[in-house]
């Protein structure tokens, strides 16, 4: 089975620097306290993430939040998204949240 974008998210490691082999295999989601972490991060250059922290905090976080299409890199910086600033629509994996409409 060919796995797309939306299986694996943006693991490369040119749109996505903080990539480690075994973080793309583990699959895991953008955890709420993951959320909470990466507001730091935002704005802050790919070389200067890298270089701060345990590999488990910063970069990992940075790494999960390319992933799913929270954050992006623009100018060499950590940057959010729409799907950032609209998270509330999204799940751990940047998949829209079915809602139940009123009107059903």
Not at 6 to 27: C, T
Not at 35 to 49: T, Y
Not at 60 to 88: D, H, M, P
Request: aromatic share 14%; with cysteine; net charge positive.
């Amino acid at each position: 089975m060919k796995h797309t974008i939306i299986d694996k998210g943006i693991i490369d490691l040119e749109s996505n620097p903080f990539a480690h082999e075994s973080w793309v295999a583990q699959s895991f989601g953008f955890t709420t306290k993951r959320q909470g972490q990466i507001e730091n991060l935002f704005g802050q250059s790919v070389e200067n993430i890298l270089m701060t922290q345990a590999d488990n905090e910063n970069r990992y976080v940075a790494f999960v939040a390319i992933r799913w299409g929270f954050a992006c890199l623009l100018k060499n910086k950590l940057t959010y998204t729409e799907k950032w600033s609209n998270r509330q629509l999204y799940d751990g994996y940047g998949r829209p949240l079915k809602f139940k409409t009123i009107f059903q």
